[in-house]
């Protein structure tokens, strides 16, 4: 069965530091992969995705993923974290065929000034 | 992109009561999603609604506790009935565009 696994519950960084957020998923085919962000109060906003091609996406806000197939993750980074950042984190994935969105359990990020 | 619309926001309801969630989309769309994010949890689909036909539910979801109507390819409601407050969640209505999954802003429910 398809799984998404995000192992970070919780992340706190400092503003300006450097950011990964970890994503592993379990699924047999190439799959269409997904990081969303939820600040609070607000929805569901897509950060960037990866559906084949450069395994190095670029998304907004100056976030970026790398699909690496051998390791079954797609990580997302920024270089250099601001405080308007510190939300909800979800990865996610969907089969090819089929739109339904199975998501990870999701990283709350915060960052000290 | 796709704007969504959700209504209510929020709502505080008493347990054994129902409450009918709107969604509406600008534009026409084939298949509509409803998800449920339970506090503090990840999402889960609840249900996919397709225009003139019955809904699909996800394992654990039933017809009789969510149903859901579909009369147009803009409009799609999900009702959650007889409430009690493990129902209290934040339910999202999602569509697809263009292999892209939008998601409308929630609907709080608190149920006491």
Known sequence: AQSVTQPDIHITVSEGASLELRCNYSYGATPYLFWYVQSPGQGLQLLLKYFSGDTLVQGIKGFEAEFKRSQSSFNLRKPSVHWSDAAEYFCAVKSGGYNKLIFGAGTRLAVHP | ?112
């Open chain 2, 1 to 112: 992109s796709a704007v969504i619309s959700q209504k209510p926001s929020r709502d505080i309801c008493q347990r054994g009561t129902s409450l009918t969630i709107q969604c509406q989309v600008d534009s026409q769309v084939t298949m509509m999603f409803w998800y449920r994010q339970q506090p503090g949890q990840s999402l889960t689909l609840i249900a996919t609604a397709n225009q003139g036909s019955e809904a699909t539910y996800e394992s654990g979801f039933v017809i009789d506790k969510f149903p859901i109507s579909r009369p147009n390819l803009t409009f799609s409601t999900l009702t959650v009935s007889n409430m009690s407050p493990e129902d209290s969640s934040i339910y999202l209505c999602s569509v697809v565009r263009d292999n892209e999954q939008f998601f409308g802003p929630g609907t709080r429910l608190t149920v006491l």
